[in-house]
């Protein structure tokens, strides 16, 4: 028995997940066509050794123009089934759940990579060509940014369709679990915030007019999606301080989903107007952790914490202090892919070396010995 709260195991339906830490999903801009390339390979691999409960792929656009930019993944063609079906396995090979976002950018897609500046691709960038972005309204995110064509109910219906087949393929991969990406501004999201939803139709007004389209996105995934299998729902729990959707109305859309059959809320924030962080002027440690908390309790779902989870300490404390049941890591575990090991070590687990792959674990088993006698020179 643990009794370390954050290295405790959790089970959703038929998974368990053996510790409450997860890879959150990031974005690596290096696929083409869709289709995942040898960094995705190399890069997710680093993840599966890391002894984490679970893994999220990125954001995996369930149509072209759904990507956010060129090098995001792709799950629109039977042709991608086979890389992210490699990536799903090397997780599983290493006791880590896998899982992958399933998303559309919405009017936030056809932008360059971060490092290429992160604006809408003109004519004069050398990548592939700029896309007819969508939306719920022909309102973009700010005056530099292409207008999105408002969408149609025929549109409605064909992104519908393209998460449903998104999800069968998710399936066939062997991927444990599905994230919807409902956050940072992308389609989903800016269905649901009145900020850039203005529809007068069955899709805009009222509360469950801008759930509509995520509620029947959730009913057709779970048409094909297995029953044992977790489904997390990744949201913005408040548009922008002030502004758009707030805390409240968050803890309504998770009780909609909870009564839909999601079983996990990813509590992020913001990107509606911009940049995901820029909620907060100054990012600081569990920034997002109250709303964590607030959704987990005031919506009776179990939910996930992410944003600036630093420390083994921290992290224990969200867990312990039941405010969120999974905690999410991004940056952490890219600086630091041994993350787990390190923190099992520093709460004196004696089996933190299953945090390790058998290679690594059975020569670091030597090392405490030799670390204690150069601490303590004869
Ligand atoms: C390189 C990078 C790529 C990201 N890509 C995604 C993504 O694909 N989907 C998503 O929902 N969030 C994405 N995010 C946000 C992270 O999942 C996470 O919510 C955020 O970085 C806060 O957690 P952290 O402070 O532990 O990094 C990305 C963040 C980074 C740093």
Redesign the pocket.
Known sequence: MNEVPLFSSFKIKSKSFRNRIVL?????YKAKDGVISDWHFQHYSRFAFSGLGAAFV??TGVSPDGRIGHGCTGIWSDSHVEGLSKVAKIFNEYNCLSGI?L?HAGRKASYLR?WDGASPITENDKVEPAWQTIGPSAIPINNSSPVPKEMTVEDINKVREDFKKAAQRADKAGFDIIEI?G??GYLLHSFFSPLSNQRNDLYGGNFENRIRFAMEIIADIKSVWPDNKPLFY?LSSIDAPGQGANLEDNIMLAKSLKSVGVDVIDC?SGGITGS?VLTKSK?IPGFQVPYSEKIKKDAEISSMA????ISADQANEIISNKRADLV???????ADTQWVYKAATYFNLENAKDYLPDSYSFYLSRRDEYLDRAAKPA
């Open positions: 959150s999903p990031m974005c690596q990125e954001a976002q998303a971060p990406h956050a940072h990744r992020s995901p990012i992410v944003g600036a989870i999410a890591m991004g940056r952490e575990l890219l």
